[in-house]
Nanobody
Framework: QVQLVESGGGLVQAGGSLRLSCAASGSIFSFATMNWFRQAAGKKRELVATITGRGVTNTNYADSVKGRFAVSRDIAKNTLNLQMNSLKPEDTAVYYC??????????WGQGTQVTVSS
């Protein structure tokens, strides 16, 4: 059973930075796609960033985070990362790591809270 464990959330002032990590129990090469989602209180879960590919990777971002967030994978540490800069209060949410393998099995982490104060 694949497990995903997020870390790195916390409280930060507007304009600050945080780095989220998602540790996978299996090789991240087994995943076709890895994503970061977020869900703010009272709102639907939304896709924030996606990374695909094994050799050459492709990344995509929600318009609301383009130019501020960067998704990456650390193969040696078997982690998915999300560097978040220039944080805004509207970035406050629970952030979830998600991974899908080549059989379309879908896995989720438990989430990590990010709170940005104004």
């Amino acid at each position: 059973q694949v497990q995903l464990v997020e870390s790195g959330g916390g409280l930060v002032q507007a304009g600050g930075s945080l780095r989220l990590s998602c540790a996978a129990s299996g090789s991240i090469f087994s995943f076709a796609t890895m994503n970061w989602f977020r869900q703010a209180a009272g709102k639907k879960r939304e896709l924030v960033a996606t990374i695909t590919g094994r050799g050459v990777t492709n990344t995509n971002y929600a318009d609301s985070v383009k130019g501020r967030f960067a998704v990456s994978r650390d193969i040696a540490k078997n982690t998915l990362n999300l560097q978040m800069n220039s944080l805004k209060p509207e970035d406050t949410a629970v952030y979830y790591c998600n991974a899908m393998n080549y059989r379309a099995d879908d896995y989720w982490g438990q989430g990590t809270q990010v709170t940005v104060s104004s």
